[in-house]
């Protein structure tokens, strides 16, 4: 009796076995990916970085982007059409155990018949409105829009030379990154992509443990090789011995090469495992290829998280995550205006906007970015309650933007007793600030103070501000009135209206007659 094509393979093949069923199912791309990859090596070396960490750690982020201090991130892919769990549904569907694979088998069947490539022709983004999308995200004050072109799942979001599994042949049949870029740069904002390519080495391993889809050799372009994973702590990727073949390198080089040629992104954003040990020698050519084209523009930024590249060499990023204080270097921060997941689920909660615009200004503070992520419905629209936190944030930026926009920071952060939980998935665990939290920002040859509560007393004092910086002028950025005050040993004491003006934060741009109050930390 023939084995059925979906019988378990996990014990059976091994992990170089299931990534020649990869390459196999891939080999008519071969010659697009070896064109790409040729034109990489030629350009890698054209310019003012070389191949190397070493040339790499010379790079600086542009100023563009540390003036930009606001970015959309976008979660929106297959995995919004079950609208459950997360954005991982698509490899939990396969974790035997798991609530995602209860809720897969109850609602579509099991794996073997009904697997993850099924949902595709369910993703339609029938209502998908890419300008609009960029009106809301100009409208919320960003300054830069990173939408995920391919996240772990393997399916592209763009019209790939080197996949059948894009969103122009299949689901949607639109290029979704190509639109998004026209809307976005249309509204004078910057556009980058996010690549989690790198992850779908292994993503899909747990279809290979039980009957599913996954282990049909006829899936393997959209399942990729599907080998174990061999990692007991996603931090420690030193650690991580999955198998990792060159062939699957030079196809995420030439991937990646793909989106930068084609969309010319001003950011790409990298997931973690791009850190893994085997990616090292690939990922300077991609570098040096990305910072060499970038350089005959105004620069380009390529993020990366815990210690994935070494220092210096990309802008780093905290995920959902902050610094206790000042970083010498421009970072950013990502977090997802949702609670539960990046992706879209249903009856999830969001942020409110006071709690975000908090965590921009604290960030800024810091010499930091923050990336929110949006994650819209399958069908293309964004819920209301995200659209009506971006909108909060846009009216506040929009009044107090000043102190944010090509701020710079000052010689402290700020002050007060609320201690952010820092590091990386710590941000919701900062307790609520308080009318003593004061976080600074300098720029128009002005210090602003930001202040996260309006006191009730009709009063506030700030410590860091002494004496010797000669404060000549107080004024409110929400309607313009002068502040009095008075300045002593103990700070500098400002007598307020007995109402806030304004909302979330409240934004105090102090003349000091002493320029040299103004420098930044060194």
Known sequence: MAQSATAPTADKLSPAAQDAAWQQASAKFAPQR?????????????????????????????????????????????????????????????QQGTKEFAHHVATYGPQSTFGYKDLVPLFKAEHFDPNAWAQLFHDAGARYVVPVAEHHDGFAMYDSALSDWTAVKKGPHRDVIGQLEKAVRAQGMRFGVSSHRAEHDWFFDGGRRFDSDVNDPRNAELYGPAVAHLSKDDQNLAADWTYVSQAWLDDWLARTAELIDDYHPDIIYFDWWIGHPTFRNTLPTLLSYYYNEGAKRDGVVVNYKLGDFPEGAGTLDIERGQLPGIHPTHWQTDTSISNESWGYIDHDTYKSPTFIIHLLVDVVSKNGNLMLNVGPRADGTIPQAAQDTLKSIGRWLKVNGEAIYGSKPWRTYGEGPTEVASGTFQDTKTKAYTPQDFRFTTGNGKLYAIELGWPMTAAATIHSIKPADKVTRIELVGDGSVVPFTQDAKGLHLRLPAHPVGTDAYVYRITLSSPTSLKAAP
């Open 34 to 94: 070896k064109a790409i990859l040729e034109r990489v090596a030629q350009g890698a070396g054209q310019g003012p970085f070389r191949s190397d960490w070493t040339s790499l750690q010379q790079y600086r982020s542009p100023a563009w982007y540390d003036d930009a201090k606001f970015g959309i991130f976008i979660h929106w892919g297959v995995y919004s059409v079950p609208a459950f769990g997360s954005e991982w549904y698509s490899r939990n569907m396969y």
